[in-house]
T-cell receptor, first 113, second 114 residues
Framework: DQQVKQNSPSLSVQEGRISILNCDYT??????FLWYKKYPAEGPTFLIS?????DKNEDGRFTVFLNKSAKHLSLHIVPSQPGDSAVYFC????????????FGKGTKLSVIP | ETGVTQTPRHLVMGMTNKKSLKCEQH?????MYWYKQSAKKPLELMFV???????ENNSVPSRFSPECPNSSHLFLHLHTLQPEDSALYLC?????????????FGPGTRLLVL
């Protein structure tokens, strides 16, 4: 049973618009969440994270929102750029003492010029 | 070299071969990981080493054998693999103990078992 779900396998967005990638989780013990970006033939690159004590974290064009009651997080990219085209993975951890990151299957984002 | 490096980047092997994957991290971290990524599946954690001791082994078949000689190096020894073991093998590292681990990944080794 998947504990981290990314229900949209792909998303296409026009350059300059907002990209919204969604992630749902089922394990209420998760308290740290990360987004990774992956280009073909490369390993995942850390993008942004959020702790469960926050509901928003921003870094430049990237903002992650966490809704604990809904067990839902989202990544907003504004404005979207063609170089953002990649696969985005959501991951979650149970925090203190936990080495395990549980990943979603990923969403392929295509930003159209 | 910076970050996490992996060699080789691509590997083709027969089912009777023995090969090893190598990972090196240059981040001063003390935890290292092996992940497997198969087509259309999430990344699966295989092994975790913290301070050179194995702390997790997620029901991985014995034909995969990890080795961590020091905190900067991690190996995955492969023998008598099956075609279904063909996948992208990713190494990662982190600074353990914070409770909120950001893992940093290498580029991966694309393995094909014939």
């Amino acid at each position: 049973d998947q504990q981290v779900k990314q229900n949209s396998p792909s998303l296409s967005v026009q350059e300059g618009r907002i990209s919204i990638l969604n992630c749902d989780y089922t394990n209420s013990m998760f308290d740290y969440f990360l987004w990774y970006k992956k280009y073909p033939a490369e390993g995942p690159t850390f993008l942004i994270s959020i702790s469960s004590i926050k509901d928003k974290n921003e870094d430049g064009r990237f903002t992650v929102f966490l809704n604990k009651s809904a067990k839902h997080l989202s990544l907003h990219i504004v404005p979207s750029q063609p170089g953002d085209s990649a696969v985005y993975f959501c991951a979650a951890s149970e925090g203190a003492g936990s080495y395990q990151l549980t990943f979603g299957k990923g969403t392929k984002l295509s930003v159209i010029p | 070299e910076t970050g996490v490096t992996q060699t080789p980047r691509h590997l083709v092997m027969g089912m009777t071969n023995k090969k090893s994957l190598k990972c090196e991290q240059h981040l001063g971290h003390n935890a290292m990981y092996w992940y497997k990524q198969s087509a259309k599946k999430p990344l699966e954690l295989m092994f975790v080493y913290s301070l050179e001791e194995r702390v997790e082994n997620n029901s991985v078949p014995s034909r995969f054998s990890p080795e961590c000689p020091n905190s900067s190096h991690l190996f995955l020894h492969l023998h008598t693999l099956q075609p279904e073991d063909s996948a992208l093998y990713l190494c990662a590292s982190s600074q353990s103990g914070t409770g909120q681990e950001t893992q940093y990944f290498g580029p991966g080794t694309r393995l094909l078992v014939l």
